[in-house]
């Protein structure tokens, strides 16, 4: 019944997207005739008029490649907005700003008719539209889309597509490959053993190590990405609360030798640019952050560029895996004014994602990777890279990224979670001192189990 469901409404989405094409169409071309003297009224009613406009309102963060924004703002959506006879109306604002904007549009009911988030909004899951219809007719034209996309849009419990993924965004290491060397001829930050061995040789050489234990998103993807690699995590694939583990304990004692033997204090009230003005100041040895870092650095120092190198997410005792550093997140508001040009929108950028991952410097990665595919030749050659083949690591992402509720789905409990910095909180209360590891977990323990009741009870999860 489901199934039948949705195929209805995929049909009357299609038959309306091409209803008011044809309308666009018939609009263009009707020619204008002149009635004859004394039948203005009746001619008037019968000539086709050309529609109005409509009108599609999008918000979005304000990205950290330039040039994805130029294209998106000057090219596509002008393109698409002439096609479509609609204005599109594109505001940015910073990305910390977003849940805030999201939770005002909310409470007023009104606002625009696609938000586009950088973390799963499973939190707002009441307040948007079911996305089943628009994710089905995008799979049946480009493929499956990406497990971790999917895990991060869809509640298997509820049976709700909560949001449509254009993107997504690897979170690699950063590393100085010349001070690497230096420290340790021959070395590469493999695992997180290599990193500590070599960041302690790296700190006594005036340059630590910079991975954030702060309450800001780059340390809340990173310190998931160091327990999951120990065998750990939040939730398990049913979303209980498995996160007071030895292996969580460890993933925390970890944390605290990297803090106490290879860094600075100062990662302990990092914002989430602080990590790429670290790298980009020559001082710092070693960050995980999206390619962003990078892309700075060949512009504003090419020298220092030469010298950073890409690495995939290190490997812990029990796995390779890192997480998304970004997870692109389109929603369509219960209260939008123009659901169904939301939905033709989202699958033409969709149609169109390579231009999007050459637009963004290979930092939007598709969620339908079908859309892409000679990503890995892409990446394998870049001109503004030195050597070329610098990026090329980023073709096998896809099989280490993750999604924020690995082992389970990104659901409104672990959104709250996240979007609360529980994680880097329990890592920086062992850090500081202020607690044992085994005490820290508990901590998180106690702060997570009482989020996960009141969404159970409320039938999310």
Known sequence: MDRQRRRISRRDFLRGVGAGLAVTGLAACAPVATPPAGEAGSAAESAPAAAAPTTLKIIQWSHFVPAYDEWFDGEFTKQWGAENNTEVIVDHIAFSELLARASAEVAAQSGHDLFGFISPPSAFEPEVIDHADVI?????????????????????????????????????????????????????PDTWEDILRVGRKLKEMGHPLGIGISPDIDSNMALRALMYSYGSSVQDEDANVVINSPETVEAVKMGVALFQEAMEPEVLAWDASSNNRFLLSGRGSLILNAISALRTAEKDDP?????????????????????????????????????????????????????????????????????VPDLADLVAEDPKADPPDKYAILATAQDWATNVGYPGVASPAIGEVFDTFIIPNMFALAARGEMTPEEAVAWAEGEIVPIFEKWRQQGFI
Do not use: C
């Open 136 to 188: 089905e007719e995008a799979e049946n034209r480009f493929g499956q889309m990406h497990p971790l996309a999917r895990a991060s849009t869809y509640n298997p419990k509820t049976n709700k597509w909560f949001g449509f993924s254009d993107n997504w965004v690897p979170d690699p290491i950063h590393w100085r490959t010349d001070l690497w060397e230096q420290a340790e001829p021959g070395s590469t």
């Open 303 to 371: 020298e220092l560029a030469r010298n950073i190198g890409l690495w995939s997410a290190p490997a812990g005792p029990v796995r390779r895996i890192g997480l998304e550093h970004v997870m692109g997140v389109y929603a369509i508001w219960n209260f939008s004014e123009n659901v169904e040009g939301a939905k033709k929108f989202l699958l033409d950028l969709t149609a169109d994602y390579r231009t999007a991952f050459i637009k963004s410097e290979f930092y939007n990665f598709p969620s339908f990777p079908e859309t």
